[in-house]
């Protein structure tokens, strides 16, 4: 028998244990116990996922910030507003790579290569261990920032361009194929040169690869880490 248990049941009356009123209570009690053991555990569990994101989190796309603001966002409220994907535990502190398919990575078809790579553990894809969505495209920009394996990223989807970071990198692809004389000499442009996106304009990016497929254009360029802390790290 529980404490909790023991305490209620000591609490009625011997006389009252099998009629009606005291059958209505235990059922009063034990939902009671319940909703509480369920909040707790939903408290215990943002704990220990908050305490993970502390210890293995440490750095962020240089461009988070300032998408986040220019969506009305401040980088702790973002961050506070992160929640476990259903990979989560799982995922921990894990890099698994997909060992049954090849691809051609984003940054080699950027530069022309078609031959498929094999992934090596270290360059696994990483699992999503967290997500917020910062603007459901409603009345903007759909805004999601993500955690991935070790870092914190940024996600954008427009009707004019999407845009998502990689570690130091990002990808920005846009719904149209560009002229090929602008392909040909693209790579190490500025970036502002090729397009005009106003949460990269005046940044200084410049275009590490590019490539047209599909009828759209994907460019690639380096945008850098900036160090992250958590607004409920000690």
Known sequence: MSHAEAEYRSSRHPACVDDEADFKAAG????????????????????AFRTYLSAAIRSMSAIVPGILEANGTALPSAL??????????????????????????????????????KLAMNEAYPL?????????????DWVEMVVEGRLLEIRVRTSGFDLRTKGEMAELRLPLALPDVVVAAGAGR??????????????????AGISVGAGETQLLFHVGRLPVE?????
Not at 28 to 47: C, G
Not at 128 to 140: E, K, N, Q, W
Not at 230 to 234: G, I, L, N, T
């Open 80 to 117: 506070l507003r992160l929640r476990p994907d259903a990979s989560w535990p799982s995922c921990a502190g894990r890099a698994v790579p997909r060992e049954t398919r090849s691809r051609v990575p984003a940054i080699a078809v950027a530069f022309g290569s078609k031959r498929p790579v």
């Open 28 to 47: 009063v009690w034990a939902r009671r116990e319940i909703t509480m053991i369920r909040r707790m555990s939903v408290d215990m569990h943002l704990t």
């Open 190 to 207: 500025a970036l502002d040169d090729l397009v005009d996106v106003g949460v990269l304009r005046g940044r200084g990016f410049s275009v």
């Open 128 to 140: 999503r261990a967290a997500d917020a969505l910062i603007s459901d495209g409603a009345l903007c």
């Open 230 to 234: 958590m607004p409920w790290r000690p």
